[in-house]
C-alpha cells in the first residue's frame, strides 16, 4: 500500500476532479462550491462526519489566551474576547453552516455535553464595559486601550495553510479594532507553531 499526502488544498481538488486521489476530507467551502460537481460527484461518495449518537464529529476550534500574559490574567478580559467574536456569523459565512457553537469540547450531542451551558453572546457593547471594567481603557487616547502602561497590543498564532483560520482572524481583528485592541496575526508552519504552543510562548493561539 502506497500512500500520497497532498497538502496543498487546491493541487488536491485537481488531483481528485482526474480521479487521482482516493479520499480527500474537504474545507467548508470546497464542500459547497466543489463536492456536487459531475467531475467529483460522479465518480466520488460523499460522506458527512455526523452521526445521531455523537453528532458533529471531526474536531472542534477554539483560541487559546495565555493567562500569564498581562492582557488576559483577568477573565473579565477573557470574557469580554469571546463577547467580540461572532461565531454564529463566523459559522455561517466562513464555515458554510457546516458546524455549531458550542460551550466544551464533548460532542455536542453526546451523554458527556452539557446542554444547560449557554454559550457566551456576541455583544460588542458588553464587551466594552468588561474591559473598561478591567482596567483597560484608552488613557493616552492614541486609539489603543493600556492598563499600568502596557498597550493592549498582542500577537496571535494559528497554523498556516488553513484559508478559515486566516479568514476568521482577520474578521475577528477587524472587531479587535474596533475596539482598541491592536492584534497582530501571525500563521506559523505547523511543527514551529507546536513548538510555540507547548512552550506557552504565545499571547493567544488557535
Known sequence: IHYKVITDDNAA????RRQELDELRMSPEQ??????????????????????VDGYAGSFGWI??????????????????????DRDTIGETIYRGLVRVVTGSMFPDSPSYDQSIEPWPYDPEAAYKLLDEAGWVD??????????????????????????YEQLATVFK?????????????????????????KRSFDACS
Open 64 to 85: 487559546g489566551w495565555n493567562a500569564q500574559r498581562p492582557y488576559f490574567a483577568d477573565k473579565r478580559v477573557r470574557r469580554a474576547m469571546t463577547m467580540l467574536l
Open 139 to 164: 488613557s493616552d487616547q492614541d486609539g489603543i486601550r493600556d492598563k499600568d502602561g502596557v498597550p493592549f497590543r498582542y500577537q496571535w498564532i494559528f497554523p498556516s495553510g488553513s484559508p478559515e
Open 31 to 52: 464542500w459547497v462550491r466543489q463536492a456536487t460537481k459531475p467531475e467529483i460527484a460522479d465518480h466520488y461518495q460523499r460522506i458527512t462526519l455526523y452521526s445521531p
Open 13 to 16: 481538488i485537481q488531483l481528485l
Open 174 to 198: 477587524e472587531e479587535q479594532d474596533k475596539a482598541g485592541i491592536d492584534v497582530t496575526l501571525r500563521p506559523l508552519e505547523w511543527a514551529t507553531f507546536l513548538e510555540s504552543v507547548t
